[in-house]
């Protein structure tokens, strides 16, 4: 579980960035946060892993039977906790000059100890769980390959495979589908979406079409509000509140996107 408690978050120009945002992500759940460029949502996910801290607020969060309230933890502490949560981000994030099972293996450098992750000591049984991770994003056959060589929609894969790789407490996901086309977007959702089951899981979306279709709720974000918390299928009204002029220039690429989706492949 992840509880989000009244953050609040002024910059020191005075501008209030993040302004009361409460809710909570359970086991289960797959939790789209919608909203504006701008509104606060990259600020709200720097709060749920520690790298921002509110002025006021509460991030508890449930990880290996203890809960933790992640804006109080001690710096130690923080490392710890930070090593179970799975990160996935827009720019992948990944070395590019490096295998994908190296890539996929670093999810854990944090967990192990400084010596072996100095010579990159990791045993057969940690490979053999790293393999395991990119069978789930169905990237096994290319675990020798360097990233370098990958599609968008790959690196991606290997980014999820990554988070995977770091068994969890929770996923954390900012615009994962951003820099991909509509075919390997709905990919990255389907493969998203079943990791809910196990852990909350939780990203920043800029397509309510797709937060509708794999979402099991939908947050909106507005000038730092919390302004919708429900069922992730929107109407045209709740749309428009929550985009306000943004709304044509994202209808113009839901066009797009639905005519590339209705032939994207299925896997
Ligand atoms: N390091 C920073 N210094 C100053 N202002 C910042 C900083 N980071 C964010 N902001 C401001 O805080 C507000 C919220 O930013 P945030 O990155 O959370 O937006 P967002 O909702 O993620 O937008 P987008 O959809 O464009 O990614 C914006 O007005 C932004 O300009
Ligand atoms: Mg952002």
């Known amino acids: 579980m992840i509880q989000v408690k009244n953050l609040s978050k002024t910059l020191k120009n005075g501008h209030k960035v993040l302004d009361g945002i409460s809710f909570t992500v359970n086991k289960g759940e797959f939790v789209g946060i919608l909203g504006p460029s701008?509104?606060?949502?990259?600020?709200?996910?720097?709060?749920?892993?520690?790298?921002?801290?509110?002025?006021?607020?509460?991030?508890?969060?449930?990880?290996?039977?203890?809960?933790?309230?992640?804006?109080?933890?001690?710096?130690?502490?923080?490392?710890?906790?930070?090593?179970?949560?799975?990160?996935?981000?827009?720019?992948?994030?990944?070395?590019?000059?490096?295998?994908?099972?190296?890539?996929?293996?670093?999810g854990?450098?944090?967990?192990?100890?400084?010596?072996?992750?100095?010579?990159f000591g990791f045993n057969d049984a940690e490979a053999a769980e790293a393999i395991k991770a990119l069978e789930r994003v169905n990237m096994q056959s290319k675990a020798g390959r360097l990233v370098a060589g990958l599609s968008g929609g790959e690196m991606q894969r290997v980014a999820i495979a990554r988070a995977l790789f770091q068994s969890p407490g929770?996923?954390?996901?900012?615009?994962?589908?951003?820099?991909?086309?509509?075919?390997?977007?709905?990919?990255?959702?389907?493969?998203?979406?079943?990791?809910?089951?196990?852990?909350?899981?939780?990203?920043?979306?800029?397509?309510?079409?797709l937060t509708a279709k794999y979402c099991t709720r939908v947050i909106a974000i507005k000038e730092g509000k919390l302004i919708y918390d429900g069922d992730p299928k929107l109407t045209n009204q709740q749309l428009v509140e929550i985009y306000g002029e943004e709304l044509n220039q994202l209808q113009e690429e839901l066009i797009v996107s639905n005519e590339i989706s209705n032939h994207a492949p299925v896997e």
């Open 108 to 119: 854990k450098l944090g967990q192990i100890s400084t010596l072996r992750s100095i010579f």
């Open 38 to 106: 701008g509104a606060g949502k990259t600020l709200t996910i720097r709060c749920l892993n520690g790298l921002l801290k509110p002025d006021s607020g509460e991030v508890i969060i449930d990880i290996g039977n203890k809960q933790y309230d992640i804006c109080k933890v001690s710096k130690k502490e923080l490392r710890q906790i930070r090593q179970k949560i799975g990160l996935i981000f827009q720019g992948y994030h990944l070395v590019k000059r490096s295998s994908v099972l190296e890539n996929v293996l670093i």
């Open 170 to 209: 929770f996923l954390i996901a900012d615009e994962p589908i951003s820099n991909l086309d509509p075919s390997n977007s709905h990919i990255i959702m389907k493969m998203i979406k079943p990791l809910s089951e196990n852990i909350p899981v939780i990203g920043v979306f800029h397509q309510p079409e």
